[in-house]
C-alpha cells in the first residue's frame, strides 16, 4: 500500500520548553499529518543522546532521553504543582545544555513528589522497572554521575565491575539510579500514549535503530563481552566508513565493533533484545547503516582517520533469520544508501526489506537532459533527502544555471508545470511509484542550508539542534500537497 510520510525529528516539535516533548503539542502534530493525509511519521532515534549530543551516540539503546518528558503531563498528573514559565519557546535551535539544566529541578521535584506519595508501588511501575534493561540503565547513570561525568571505562574499578558483581550500592547512588529508572518509566509512558494515538489516526511511527551504540553506554558496560575490548575497556578496533561522498579521510564514528562469535554463541541475544524492544516503541523500524550486516568497516582505534581499516563479514543471514524467528511480526526498513557491493542488496531483498532512494541523489544534471536513476520503485522508499544530507532546497540552489534549467526541463515533462520549484519537486516524489515516499519537514517548508539537521564526519552544533518554533507554516505549507499525499493512502 503506498503511504506518504514525513520526517521529522521528535525534538523538532514545537514546545514552551525549547525542546520538543510528548504532550500537548505531539498530539497537534498527529492531527495535522492526520489531516493532511500522512500515513507515516518517521523520527530519528529517541535514546539519551551522549557525545555530540548526536542520536547516534547514545547512552542506551532501550532508555528514552529524558528531554522529551511533558512537564505539562506532570502537572496533569498531580506530579507537578505548577506549570513553569515558557523557557525558549519558538526557538529555531536546540541548546541542549540549557533546556536540560532547565528542566532538571521540575523532573527531580516530580520524583520527590511520586516518592512521598508513594506511588512506587503502582504494579505497572513495578513490572517496567522489573526489566534487567531499566536496573542497569539506572545505576548506569548513577555510577556516571558519581564519577564525574567521565566515559565508564575510566571509572573506579568496583564501578566498572558493577554489571558482572551486582554490589550493594552506596544510598545516594542508588537513590539517583532509582530516579533515573522513574525517569526512564515517565518516557516510555507518555511515548506509548503518543504512539497509541497515531495508530488510532492511521499514523504508523518509523522508529530508527542505530547499527552500532556509543562507546559510553550501559550497552558496553553492562555487555563488555559483546564488543572487541582490551582489559580496560577500551575498543581495540572502532567503526566507520571510508572515504566518500562527504569526506575525503572517510568517516571515524569511534563506536565500538562487536564481537560476532561471542554473539553467536548465545543466539545473538543482543540484537534480539534490541531489536524486540524497538518492536514495542514503533511500527516500522530503519535500521541505520544496513550494510553492516553483510559487511563493516573494521578501523584500529589507534588510527586518527578511516582511511586505515579494512571490510569485514558479518553473520548478516544468521542475525536476520534469528529476528525473523523470534520476532515474527518485526517490520525493518534498510538503510541502503552508499557505493554498495551486490551482496548488501541480496540479504535486503532476501527478507524482503524496504530500501531507499534519495531524490537529491537520483536526480543527475551531467548529460544533456536531466534524469532520474531511480527507476526500481518496487519495495522501495523515496525521499527528498535524509537528516545526513541538503536540504532539497540547498540543493537545488547549490546547482549551476544549466543544471537548474535541466532540472525544471525534466520536471515539466513529468506533466509537472505549476507552482515553484520546491513545489514541483515535491509533487515529483509525491506521485512516485514509490511504495513509501517521505518528506523532511525542512523540505516541505522550503528551507535552505538552515534545515540541515547534520553533517557527516562533523561533531557538536549546529548538528541536531534544528527546531520547527510554531505550527502555522507548516500547516499552510502541507495543505498544499494534501491531495497528492492523501491519493498515495
Not at 537520483?362 to 537532459?369: A, H, N, Q, R, V
Not at 532546497?393 to 513529468?414: S, T
Not at 564526519?457 to 520547527?468: D, H, K, L, Y
Amino acid at each position: 500500500m503506498r503511504k506518504s510520510g514525513i520526517l521529522m525529528p521528535l525534538s523538532s516539535l514545537p514546545s514552551d520548553t525549547g525542546v520538543g516533548e510528548l504532550g500537548r503539542n505531539a498530539c497537534r502534530w498527529l492531527d495535522i499529518l492526520k489531516e493532511n493525509g500522512v500515513g507515516i511519521w518517521q523520527i530519528l532515534p529517541l535514546n539519551p543522546v551522549g557525545y555530540g549530543n548526536s542520536p547516534y551516540q547514545p547512552y542506551s539503546s532501550c532508555a528514552g532521553d529524558e528531554l522529551y518528558i511533558s512537564l505539562e503531563l506532570l502537572c496533569e498528573e498531580g506530579l507537578l504543582k505548577e506549570m513553569p514559565s515558557p523557557f525558549r519557546e519558538n526557538e529555531k535551535r536546540l541548546d541542549y545544555d540549557a533546556v536540560r539544566k532547565f528542566k532538571e529541578p521540575y523532573l527531580r521535584n516530580a520524583y520527590q513528589n511520586f516518592t512521598d506519595k508513594k506511588m512506587q508501588a503502582n504494579t505497572k511501575y513495578q513490572e517496567f522497572i522489573s526489566q534487567e534493561w531499566v536496573r542497569e540503565y539506572g545505576v548506569f547513570r548513577a555510577l556516571k554521575s558519581a564519577n564525574n561525568g567521565a566515559c565508564w571505562n575510566e571509572w573506579k574499578q568496583e564501578d566498572k565491575e558493577w554489571p558482572e558483581k551486582r554490589t550493594a550500592l552506596q544510598p545516594e547512588v542508588e537513590d539517583e539510579a532509582q530516579y533515573q529508572m522513574f525517569l526512564q518509566y515517565l518516557f516510555y509512558t507518555q511515548w506509548m500514549n503518543v504512539k497509541k494515538a497515531a495508530n488510532e489516526k492511521g499514523i504508523e511511527i518509523m522508529g530508527d535503530v542505530p547499527f552500532y551504540v556509543g562507546v559510553d553506554s550501559v550497552d558496553v558496560w553492562a555487555g563488555k563481552d559483546n564488543f572487541l575490548l582490551d582489559t580496560d575497556g577500551r575498543p581495540v578496533f572502532i567503526a566507520g566508513v571510508p572515504p566518500d561522498y562527504f569526506s575525503a579521510t572517510g568517516q571515524r564514528w569511534g563506536n565500538p565493533i562487536y564481537d560476532w562469535d561471542y554473539m553467536k554463541g548465545n543466539g545473538y541475544r543482543f540484537w534480539v533484545d534490541r531489536i524486540g524492544y524497538s518492536s514495542r516503541l514503533f511500527d516500522i523500524i530503519r535500521i541505520d547503516h544496513f550494510r553492516a550486516f553483510d559487511t563493516f568497516w573494521k578501523i584500529p582505534a589507534s588510527c586518527p582517520t578511516a582511511v586505515d581499516g579494512e571490510w569485514i563479514e558479518a553473520p548478516g543471514y544468521e542475525v536476520l533469520d534469528t529476528l525473523k524467528r523470534k520476532i515474527p511480526d518485526v517490520n525493518l526498513v534498510a538503510e541502503d544508501l552508499g557505493d554498495l557491493r551486490p551482496e548488501v542488496l541480496e540479504l535486503k531483498n532476501h527478507y524482503h526489506l524496504k530500501g531507499m532512494k534519495i531524490l537529491v541523489f537520483s536526480i543527475k544534471t551531467d548529460g544533456k537532459y536531466a534524469y532520474d536513476t531511480a527507476q526500481d520503485m518496487e519495495n522501495t522508499i523515496i525521499y527528498t533527502g535524509t537528516h545526513d544530507n541538503d536540504t532539497l532546497m540547498e540543493w537545488y540552489q547549490g546547482l549551476n544555471v544549466a543544471a537548474k534549467r535541466k532540472v525544471r526541463i525534466f520536471l515539466k515533462k513529468q506533466g509537472i508545470k505549476d507552482g515553484s520549484v520546491k513545489d514541483r519537486l515535491l509533487s515529483y516524489i509525491l506521485r512516485s511509484k514509490a511504495e513509501y515516499a517521505i518528506i523532511p519537514m525542512a523540505d516541505i517548508l522550503g528551507q535552505g542550508k538552515e534545515g540541515h539537521i547534520n553533517t557527516p564526519g562533523t561533531v557538536g552544533s549546529p548538528n541536531w539542534e534544528w527546531r520547527m518554533p510554531h505550527f502555522r507554516e507548516a500547516e499552510k505549507e502541507m495543505a498544499k500537497y494534501r491531495n497528492l499525499m492523501t491519493f498515495r493512502k
